[in-house]
């Protein structure tokens, strides 16, 4: 990276928000799956849309790849950066831009932290629901770019059902506005083919997000089971039921013993307990919850915990969004996997995935969104033996193809990112990859923005290949997958 490209940076974003010196672009060398690390060329902070734009601008104008990053708990690698490029923090843009409470919305930088939309709103009597675990430090901004679920997106739609307006830019630096205030405007949708693009198609500045009234009442329970199939089944009987609950999340025995050990929920010892959460009116929240705890009687539920009040709910769900964080506690190293299967296959993949636990030696933590049929398992290892993070890392592997052969994906919330390129090849026909990148050619003729994400095979728009493809990602010891 040369001299007269980075001084021109300085001159966009000033010399504070410009990170050169080794030890401070160690922070940014991954995100999350921290397993995936590469250094970026330099770092840059912007402080407004504008900042971004000049900045982008700059990178097209130089052919110097970028990728956009918010706060940098992606769990696939997605915001790790390119080599020899420009990592573009987008942490400055953190302002709550407008409030609109008789229409229903708020109008964001990406920065913004998750949560901190609905403490803003909360007083009105609205909230923002998508609810990642991560809610308390990821970025609306990074919501977007990996349409990012949550707990209570069962029953109300991922992060692209809640994204009104997006600003963004382009890879050749234009700004362009898609959607906006309205439910519907003409022309092709190409505000959801920005929302779970990754980072791949430009980077947002604005988004315009759908508020949601709080609900006049919320009821939640802690259902214990003797096995993980029998708490399957509660979940496929309350769905047969008709009801549709805010959420309904799994645990099973590692997790719930890693939680305990974490945050200290007071979870009963059993091989698995469901978290059911209704809301809505007050008098069918009471009679569908009567449902719903005699449904998990009848499935064999141990034990039935009902939070009493406000605290006693957030006690619940401090140890389920604590889980992955948890693990920590019982083994020195794991792998978040992210899976989706067709609900009703969850009893079956279990079992695959419990024989895959006997087979390889290691332990499977399972956590997951039940109600959606996403699955978390966390594969336990220990870096300091030899070979067990490659074979983690296989077992992992082996678990989302369980999910393709049941009819399910790769991902559930988590994105391809850098991590499950390979992964695409299995589940799409070469066909289907062309056509994809086709749309990407579209946004990114001179492939700039995040490359090397998502896709595994060569891109079609006749370009140059970047000069990311001569830097293979650092991957300490893991063997070719798949
Ligand atoms: C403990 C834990 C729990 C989690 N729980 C959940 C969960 O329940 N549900 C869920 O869906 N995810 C979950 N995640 C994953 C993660 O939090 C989400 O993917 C989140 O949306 C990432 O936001 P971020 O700001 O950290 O983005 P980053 O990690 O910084 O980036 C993620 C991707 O978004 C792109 N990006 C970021 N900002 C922009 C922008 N402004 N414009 C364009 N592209 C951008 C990046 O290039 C990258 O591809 C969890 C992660 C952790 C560590």
Same mark, same amino acid.
């Given at each position: 990276?040369?001299?007269?490209?980075?001084?021109?940076?300085?001159?966009?974003?000033?010399?504070?928000?410009?990170?050169?010196?080794?030890?401070?672009?160690?922070?940014?060398?991954?995100?999350?799956?921290?397993?995936?690390?590469?250094?970026?060329?330099?770092?840059?902070?912007?402080?407004?849309?504008?900042?971004?734009?000049?900045?982008?601008?700059?990178?097209?104008?130089?052919?110097?790849?970028?990728?956009?990053?918010?706060?940098?708990?992606?769990?696939?690698? /997605?915001?790790?950066?390119?080599?020899?490029? #420009?990592?573009? @923090?987008?942490? !400055? *843009?953190? %302002? +709550?831009?407008?409030?609109?409470?008789?229409?229903?919305?708020?109008?964001?930088?990406?920065?913004?932290?998750?949560?901190?939309?609905?403490?803003?709103?909360?007083?009105?009597?609205?909230?923002?629901?998508?609810?990642?675990?991560?809610?308390?430090?990821?970025?609306?901004?990074?919501?977007?770019?990996?349409?990012?679920?949550?707990?209570?997106?069962?029953?109300?739609?991922?992060?692209?059902?809640?994204?009104?307006?997006?600003?963004?830019?382009?890879?050749?630096?234009?700004?362009?506005?898609?959607?906006?205030?309205?439910?519907?405007?003409?022309?092709?949708?190409?505000?959801?083919?920005?929302? /779970?693009?990754?980072?791949?198609?430009?980077? #947002?500045?604005? @988004?315009?997000? !759908? *508020?949601? %009234? +709080?609900?006049?009442?919320?009821?939640?329970?802690?259902?214990?089971?003797?096995?993980?199939?029998?708490?399957?089944?509660?979940?496929?009987?309350?769905?047969?039921?008709?009801?549709?609950?805010?959420?309904?999340?799994?645990?099973?025995?590692?997790?719930?013993?890693?939680?305990?050990?974490?945050?200290?929920?007071?979870?009963?010892?059993?091989?698995?307990?469901?978290?059911?959460?209704?809301?809505?009116?007050?008098?069918?929240?009471?009679?569908?919850?009567?449902?719903?705890?005699?449904?998990?009687?009848?499935?064999?539920?141990?034990?039935?915990?009902?939070?009493?009040?406000?605290?006693?709910?957030?006690?619940?769900?401090?140890?389920?969004?604590?889980?992955?964080?948890?693990?920590?506690?019982?083994?020195?190293?794991?792998?978040?996997?992210?899976?989706?299967?067709?609900?009703?296959?969850?009893?079956?993949?279990?079992?695959?995935?419990?024989?895959?636990?006997?087979?390889?030696?290691?332990?499977?933590?399972?956590?997951?969104?039940?109600?959606?049929?996403?699955?978390?398992?966390?594969?336990?290892?220990?870096?300091?033996?030899?070979?067990?993070?490659?074979?983690?890392?296989?077992?992992?592997?082996?678990?989302?193809?369980?999910?393709?052969?049941?009819?399910?994906?790769?991902?559930?919330?988590?994105?391809?990112?850098?991590?499950?390129?390979?992964?695409?090849?299995?589940?799409?026909?070469?066909?289907?990859?062309?056509?994809?990148?086709?749309?990407?050619?579209?946004?990114?003729?001179?492939?700039?923005?995040?490359?090397?994400?998502?896709?595994?095979?060569?891109?079609?728009?006749?370009?140059?290949?970047?000069?990311?493809?001569?830097?293979?990602?650092?991957?300490?010891?893991?063997?070719?997958?798949?």
């Amino acid at each position: 990276m040369n001299a007269t490209f980075l001084g021109e940076l300085d001159q966009i974003v000033g010399r504070e928000g410009v990170l050169r010196d080794p030890t401070d672009l160690l922070t940014y060398e991954s995100d999350a799956l921290a397993r995936l690390r590469r250094r970026p060329g330099v770092v840059v902070l912007p402080k407004t849309a504008a900042d971004v734009q000049a900045v982008v601008r700059h990178c097209h104008q130089n052919a110097v790849p970028f990728v956009a990053r918010g706060h940098g708990t992606g769990l696939s690698g /997605g915001a790790l950066p390119a080599p020899d490029g #420009v990592l573009i @923090v987008l942490t !400055r *843009l953190n %302002r +709550i831009l407008d409030v609109d409470i008789p229409n229903q919305r708020v109008t964001v930088e990406p920065g913004v932290v998750n949560l901190d939309v609905t403490q803003r709103v909360a007083p009105f009597g609205y909230y923002y629901a998508p609810d990642p675990s991560s809610q308390l430090v990821c970025s609306i901004g990074g919501n977007v770019a990996e349409n990012s679920g949550g707990a209570h997106c069962l029953k109300y739609g991922f992060t692209v059902h809640h994204v009104l307006g997006l600003e963004a830019v382009l890879p050749n630096g234009e700004m362009v506005h898609l959607g906006g205030a309205t439910l519907d405007t003409p022309g092709l949708d190409l505000l959801s083919v920005l929302v /779970g693009s990754e980072g791949t198609l430009a980077v #947002v500045t604005k @988004v315009t997000l !759908r *508020l949601v %009234r +709080i609900p006049e009442a919320v009821r939640t329970l802690l259902a214990a089971f003797p096995s993980t199939e029998d708490a399957g089944n509660a979940v496929s009987e309350i769905i047969a039921a008709g009801i549709v609950p805010a959420a309904v999340e799994m645990m099973d025995r590692l997790t719930i013993t890693a939680a305990e050990a974490a945050v200290h929920p007071g979870f009963p010892s059993a091989e698995a307990v469901l978290i059911v959460e209704l809301d809505g009116a007050k008098a069918e929240v009471a009679e569908l919850f009567g449902l719903v705890e005699r449904i998990c009687r009848s499935a064999r539920a141990t034990e039935i915990q009902i939070a009493r009040d406000g605290e006693e709910r957030a006690r619940i769900w401090k140890g389920r969004k604590a889980a992955f964080a948890a693990m920590g506690r019982v083994s020195p190293n794991y792998y978040v996997q992210d899976g989706v299967i067709p609900r009703t296959k969850l009893p079956e993949v279990l079992r695959r995935i419990r024989a895959l636990e006997v087979e390889s030696g290691l332990r499977i933590g399972n956590v997951f969104h039940a109600g959606d049929g996403n699955l978390h398992p966390l594969v336990c290892y220990d870096e300091r033996i030899e070979g067990q993070g490659a074979l983690a890392e296989r077992v992992a592997s082996e678990i989302l193809t369980y999910c393709i052969e049941a009819g399910g994906s790769i991902t559930g919330e988590h994105g391809v990112g850098a991590d499950k390129v390979q992964a695409m090849a299995h589940l799409f026909t070469a066909d289907d990859l062309e056509t994809m990148q086709l749309v990407r050619c579209a946004f990114d003729p001179t492939n700039i923005c995040n490359p090397g994400k998502i896709f595994p095979t060569p891109r079609l728009c006749g370009e140059v290949p970047g000069p990311y493809r001569r830097h293979p990602i650092e991957r300490a010891g893991l063997a070719e997958r798949f």
